[in-house]
């Protein structure tokens, strides 16, 4: 009877055991597989792998370092996650980016992106050689190509929790809008990866700008940066040359020079009744909208082209901007005549826009 009680305890313990077993599967399964492991330096050369930062959450993405396309919309939307969980929880995450551009894929090149996009205390970028990058990209399924110059690549960002598991992932939308609404799915995401389940704010309601559409009835009037200005007015009935770019696309003397080429075709436009030229500040993925004001106000002062604010991605999404620099012609009734990827000499612009309005 006592060996029989015996047997009893030990097949009970034994599937006690087998219980916990499968338990511990199934949360496993339900947190998703382990990230795969990788060590890679970032932008001060520091050796850093993924395992350093067990105990964190860690938001991983994918950069080319030349980007000036879909990353800055990624990375920025990644900051803002941090701003909208708060210091105290956002001390427990860790932004990294991994490299994808094998032409750029020294420190300096990765450091290069990280100071103009003011990340240095906010994430670790990291590079390394092309079969250690390769490899990271095989791993967590990053489709990359590159060609004539150009990179391709998927927009992944993966939430890896404490226990360094895949958790969630997401893809970049092509929307200067949705930074904002991507910051706030990130950020539930990590809350909910967080011990202490921050609570996570509602999104901030749409600004005026974004709740209706420029039309002949309701235009959209943006106040021009530097001294008191008429207002801008956009939209329907009020063509225009507009030049979205943001002030971390060069330096001072860069943006001056190019910006200029603007004022070169008012002076032809007011001769010609052509639309005239405005410079639009793509704001969402400035790092610091009052740097980029105090960056653009002395070229705004010497610039006869008034310069705005796009604050909430709206305007671009509207005119269908896909990278930065981005030049788009409007017509009266608010069609798009033309748009251009990238700088243009005065000469060529005008030439293109020449080409783009309809003969008189």
Known sequence: ????????????????????????????????????????????????????????????TFVDPECTEMCPLTTESMVEALKILGPAAASHVQLLGVDVNLRKAKVADVAAYTRVHELQER???????????????????VYVA????????STAVYLIDGSGHERFKYSTPMSYQAVGDQAQDLARGIARL??????????????????????????????????KRQPVVLGD????????????????????????????????ARRRDWPSPVAVDELTIEPSPAEARQTLAPLAATLRTPIVEDASGWLADHYEVGDLPWFVLSSSSGKILWSHDG??????????????????
């Open 1 to 60: 009877m006592l060996r029989e009680s015996w047997l009893l305890i030990v097949i009970a313990g034994a599937l006690l055991a087998v219980g916990a077993a499968l338990f511990i599967m199934q949360k496993r399964r339900e947190a998703g597989p382990a990230a795969p492991a990788f060590v890679l330096r970032d932008q001060q050369n520091r050796l850093t792998s993924l395992a350093e930062f067990r105990g964190k959450v860690v938001v991983l």
């Open 123 to 141: 994430w670790r970028f990291l590079t390394g050689s092309r079969a250690q990058l390769e490899s990271v990209w095989r791993a967590y399924h």
């Open 146 to 153: 590159q060609s004539n110059g150009d990179v391709e690549h």
């Open 194 to 227: 967080l011990p202490s389940h921050p609570a996570v704010s509602p999104p901030r309601q749409a600004s005026e700008q974004t709740k209706g559409r420029p039309s002949p009835t309701q235009p959209l009037g943006l106040p021009p940066l530097g001294a």
């Open 237 to 268: 009935s009020h063509p225009h040359l507009m030049l979205f770019f943001a002030g971390w696309l060069g330096s001072n003397a860069d943006l001056a020079k190019n910006l200029a080429t603007l004022d070169s075709y008012a002076a032809l």
């Open 343 to 360: 700088w243009l000499s005065a000469a060529a612009l005008n030439r293109d826009v020449r080409s783009a309005l309809p003969a008189r």
